[in-house]
């Protein structure tokens, strides 16, 4: 068990609809990380938040949005969902920003679009 | 800009035989390594990382890599493989100069036969 938690651990879905996926870091940890992995396009990085403030940004669609609450869990928002949206989303949490800490990874939120 | 290239999408051992996952990778600064495992079902964990000093990393569950400047290279090895280690491996790097982003390889499958 990394300490990173998700959910819901399934979301099942119509194209068009709008999805929020939950994420708490491990504790103390600042720093918050969204993948999107499916099996044509592999482990994306879409976006990272440290102490409440974006970082970086990956391939993340313009329908996706996050953000960190204060107290640091995370959502990521997926809207006007379409078929190829279809993916395993994870999260990861580490405890500073910069590239010399690891990632503990959460379970992941199966999201499919039907 | 960083990039990882993990040579080959799959590699077949048989069981007791040595593991070898190729990575290779570039950045324009110092790096900072890791190799990540994901078993079927479940998030990704580190397996081992280079910052810096030791060149040769040892990791969990008998798993090593060593770092090549010269080569850009990063593999990872195992001497003896265990039907236990079939699972997709990642490679995975960091910039070591306040880069928030983790730009991970495309996976390799390690599959172990009996």
């Known amino acids: 068990d990394s300490g990173v938690t998700q959910t819901p651990k399934h979301l099942i879905t119509a194209t068009g609809q709008r999805v929020t996926l939950r994420c708490s870091p491990r504790s103390g940890d600042l720093s918050v990380y969204w993948y999107q992995q499916s099996l044509d396009q592999g482990l994306q990085f879409l976006i990272q938040y440290y102490n409440g403030e974006e970082r970086a940004k990956g391939n993340i669609l313009e329908r996706f949005s996050a953000q960190q609450f204060p107290d640091l869990h995370s959502e990521l928002n997926l809207s006007s969902l379409e078929l190829g949206d279809s993916a395993l989303y994870f999260c990861?949490?580490?405890?500073?920003?910069?590239?010399?800490?690891?990632?503990?990874f959460g379970p992941g939120t199966r999201l499919t679009v039907t | 800009a960083q990039s990882v290239t993990q040579l080959g999408s799959h590699v077949s051992v048989s069981e007791g035989a040595l593991v070898l996952l190729r990575c290779n990778y570039s950045s324009s600064v110092p790096p900072y390594l890791f190799w990540y495992v994901q078993y079927p079902n479940q998030g990704l964990q580190l397996l081992l990382k280079y910052t810096t000093g030791a060149t040769l990393v040892k990791g969990i569950n008998g798993f090593e890599a060593e770092f090549k400047k010269s080569e850009t290279s990063f593999h990872l090895t195992k001497p003896s493989a265990h039907m236990s280690d079939a699972a997709e491996y990642f490679c995975a790097v960091s910039e070591g100069t306040g880069g928030f982003k983790t730009i991970f390889g495309a996976g390799t499958r390690l599959f172990v036969k009996a």
């Open positions: 990861a949490s580490s405890p500073r920003q910069g590239g010399v800490y690891e990632q503990y």
